[in-house]
């Protein structure tokens, strides 16, 4: 256990000793170890081989209880290889030799068995029984290794604190023996049960501790798939889908190659779980029905339960509604139930619910929705769901008002969980709890012609975490020299390849990094009270005086929007939202040809044409159709989906005017608010400009000069710590530096200084953020947009932070023509223009460039404007 690439080399060793001296008895044992550490290193298939071996060199040499001892060690390889029927047979024959402190120790073995089955009642007996015996002999390895497995048994069985109790006793035990990989398996467990109670960030400590404890020992990954599947399920209870997917795949990879039927099988029906939330639901079918199978095979009907119920799910989301699926969902269960798994038979009369809903059998949907008891011990997925279904019973049976409590109440439970995650991360991720409730209430205010509702709805569900400050990881000093490091690396990497040196090692190291950085931010706990809800309409009336607001949704694939026009909402059916979100693609393809300087003039030419035909497109598609409650009226829009990354100036019907672009009618009240309360006071101005633009030192010197007593940080003075520190309750903080946005992990989203790239990260451990930021940088502005159009990047964090607004770039900008720009837009801020108004006024200067509208199209005013 606390070698066991090490035990194997000293038992080949042993094993060859033995057989030279003739001495049975070593050359068992010798064996014996070798089946044991095999075991340890998941490679189940030799485990058995060698076990075998030792029980039959013992009772060759008529070795009693020798060949008793082995055949416990093989009933337990047995097990772990799907043989469950040959683990109980090598257990009883076993039992007649073994006496005393031995005897003990085949009972925990057994016990294991029991566990294995679910036999949660018998297991917990046998758990209790050789405990005393060992607590009497002092035998603390097998007192440990009880612990650990009673406080499992503890945990299936909801009895959280004594299941807490007991592995920490273990790991007490572990720590004191100096077992360190056995240690790392209790604390997986107590991430495991952490993971139970719904805390994700300790869940996610206990598993990175444990992670870090084998990585020191050298156990490789391939070997240790229990961290990988268990680490994948906690994953998908926050929706971090993909990363849960490969963390599957590769879990079922190893224990394949390890012959460990009984992991496997546990680990596919995992991999189903995350192919069905990904939405590939022909890999969930097939992968649940393997795994569906191999239970089968070893005698595991519990199991065998929970697989076939998942894939039934992914057969009603492939294939719909039919009669068969409604008894299937029905018959699934009640043997879920049997079985004791009873969150999934919860589960089950939902999806049953929603069947016989869809196939018009209310009265059926209400008999299984009344069967479906939830308590706040529940996962809060199962909870959500739950009111989902009470929610279209009651509209099935004509209730509307009490379909959308019921989904009111569900989205409350998704944003009071949002709350006690710390990580900006995980909050954007759990809102894709509450989509298909979202959809719902949307469905349901679109049928009701109800604009007010509509929006109400979207307000409940739309970049709620952002309306959460982000909260600083506990080991910030720790966070911050990483963050540091990163840096370092990032310009050295840089250096590197301009000198045509091999950059993998620097590669490496700043994988190594962000993966740290990722996970300790992932480990930050939350607070305690979760985001205020969303505005009253009438104060969004009230602040928007005479400006018009604009709220976009999507259902069933139809974009749709909210108009609020003198005090008056109206909804708008707008159209194929695929077509849009290919318009828009066209047109940001179009812009990025534009900017670079090495486009032939044929290209250019061709770029300018689809340029030209999306932005008419587009404005015919989302704007045109508003044209009657907007009219000429100063706009806030709040966007979903890739209109997130839309040039908005760019569209002929918005030309000149000015526009906000918020990610909720309540964050731009919150953020408008923000901004009149520091007024006109704009004293305290931070100019900033990172290397390799060749024209952003004179943009910064421009803009300084139009701010008297701002401070100026150029050149070298321009570092991450000196930008951070100045940007701390700075009036206005004007940027400008090369902008690098990070598709595959927002959060590294940065802008390069002196010293290496500012990221999010480095933005989200500020105490106070500036009123005003200006970004001016390519594609600063952009944001990683999940589901609930929850965004991720540097304008959400600053929002986040506490910024009043950001003007920022969604585009590739040319950096000569933006010094013009930012220079026209901090000469109308510093005469007392608004943002928004000194951006659209700005811009109305600027023009097109000779190639298209180049600069002016790019920047967009966010926040409160």
């Known amino acids: 256990m606390a070698a066991p690439l090490r035990a194997r080399a000293l038992a080949e060793t042993a094993l060859a000793g033995a057989r030279a001296a003739k001495d049975a008895e070593a050359e068992s044992l010798a064996e014996r170890a070798l089946g044991l550490s095999a075991l340890e290193l998941k490679d189940g298939e030799t485990a058995v081989r060698q076990l075998r071996r030792a029980v039959r060199t013992a009772e060759k040499a008529e070795l009693v209880v020798r060949a008793a001892e082995a055949r416990m060690s093989l009933g337990r390889a047995l097990l772990y290889t799907g043989n469950s029927t040959g683990a109980f047979r090598e257990i009883d024959l076993a039992g007649s030799a073994l006496h005393g402190l031995p005897a003990a120790r085949l009972q925990l073995q057994r016990a294991i068995l029991l566990h294995h089955h679910y036999r949660l009642d018998e297991a917990l007996a046998g758990y209790r029984a050789s405990l005393s015996v060992f607590r009497r002999a002092g035998d603390r390895l097998w007192e440990a290794r009880a612990l650990n497995n009673r406080g499992l048994v503890y945990g299936y069985r909801g009895s959280l604190g004594a299941a807490e109790r007991d592995l920490l006793a273990a790991a007490r035990l572990y720590s004191e023996l100096e077992l360190d990989l056995a240690l790392a398996e209790v604390e997986h467990n107590l991430g495991w049960l952490a993971g139970r109670r719904g805390d994700v960030p300790a869940a996610l400590g206990y598993f990175d501790r444990a992670h870090e404890r084998r ?102 989301l492939q294939h ?134 509509a929006l109400a709805w979207s307000e409940e569900w739309r970049a709620a975490a952002l309306r959460l400050r982000p909260v600083r990881p506990p080991d910030n000093a720790e966070l911050a020299a990483e963050l540091a490091e990163l840096r370092s690396v990032g310009a050295e990497l840089q250096e590197a390849v301009l000198d045509g040196r091999d950059p993998r090692k620097l590669r490496s190291r700043q994988a190594m990094l962000e993966k740290s950085i990722r996970d300790r931010t992932r480990r930050t706990p939350g607070i305690t009270t979760a985001a ?114 839309m040039p908005w100036s760019i569209i002929s019907s918005l030309a000149g005017r000015p526009v906000t672009v918020a990610p909720s009618a309540s964050a731009w009240a919150d953020a408008r608010e923000r901004g009149r309360a520091v007024g006109a006071a704009r004293s305290r101005v931070l100019v900033a400009a990172g290397p390799g633009l060749p024209f952003a030192e004179e943009e910064a010197h421009a803009v300084a000069l139009l701010h008297r007593g701002g401070q100026a940080l150029i050149g070298s003075s321009a570092t991450a ?73 540097l304008t959400a964090t600053l929002l986040a932070l506490g910024t009043a607004t950001i003007v920022a770039s969604v585009t590739v900008v040319p950096d000569e023509t933006t010094k013009a720009l930012m220079t026209a837009f901090h000469g109308y801020l510093a005469v007392g223009a608004e943002p928004a108004d000194a951006l659209a006024r700005a811009q109305a200067s600027a023009g097109d460039d000779v190639d298209g509208p180049g600069v002016r199209a790019g920047f967009v005013c966010f926040g409160g404007g």
């Open 215 to 316: 990585d020191a020992r050298g156990v490789p990954l391939a070997e240790r798939p229990n961290e990988l599947s268990d680490r994948c399920e906690l994953l998908l209870s926050v929706r971090l889908i993909a990363e849960a997917r490969a963390a599957a795949e590769q879990a079922v990879s190893a224990l394949l190659k390890g012959k460990m039927a009984a992991e496997t099988a546990e680990a596919r029906l995992m991999l189903a779980e995350a192919a069905l939330l990904e939405g590939d639901c022909e890999t969930a079918r097939t992968e649940a029905e393997t795994a569906a199978r191999s239970f089968a095979r070893q005698r595991r009907a519990r199991w065998a339960a929970l697989a076939r119920y998942t894939a039934l799910r992914a057969s009603f």
């Open 320 to 453: 719909g509604p039919s009669a068969a699926r409604l008894r299937a969902a029905h018959r699934a269960a009640d043997s879920l139930g049997d079985a004791g798994w009873t969150v999934a038979a919860l589960d089950a009369r939902l999806l049953s619910a929603r069947i016989a809903l869809a196939l018009g059998q209310t009265r059926a949907a209400g008999d299984a929705l009344a069967r479906v008891r939830v308590s706040a011990r529940d996962p809060v997925d199962l909870r959500v769901r739950a009111k989902h279904a009470a929610a279209l019973v009651a509209v099935a049976g004509g209730d509307r008002r009490g379909a959308y409590a019921a989904l009111r109440a569900g989205a409350r439970l998704v944003h009071d969980y949002r709350a006690v995650l710390g990580a900006t991360e995980l909050r954007a991720q759990v809102s894709g709890q509450a989509e298909e409730l979202a959809q719902s209430g949307l469905r349901f205010a679109l049928e009701d012609a109800d604009a007010r509702r």
């Open 532 to 645: 205020a809800g969303p505005r009253p309409y009438s104060q969004l009336t009230t602040l928007l005086g005479d400006r018009a607001l604009v709220a976009y949704f999507e259902v069933d694939g139809v974009l749709h929007a909210v108009t609020i026009s003198n005090r008056r909402a109206r909804l708008h059916e707008l159209g194929d939202a695929a077509e849009v979100r290919a318009e828009l693609d066209s047109l940001r393809f179009g812009l990025r040809r534009l900017a670079q300087a090495t486009t032939s003039s044929a290209s250019r030419l061709a770029a300018r044409g689809a340029t030209d035909h999306a932005v008419a497109r587009l404005d015919e598609l989302v704007v045109r159709p508003l044209a009657g409650p907007i009219g000429e009226k100063p706009l806030v829009i709040v966007p979903t989906g890739t209109l997130h990354a």
């Open 721 to 793: 710590a000196a930008v951070l520190a100045a940007l701390g309750g700075a009036d206005i903080a004007h940027l400008a530096a090369h902008g690098t946005f990070r598709a595959d992990n927002p959060l590294f989203s940065s802008l390069e200084l002196v010293d290496g790239p500012l990221t999010v990260y480095d933005l989200e451990l500020l105490e106070e953020a500036p009123a005003l930021c200006v970004l001016s940088a390519c594609e600063s502005g952009l944001s990683d947009v999940r589901a609930g159009d929850e965004l991720m990047g």
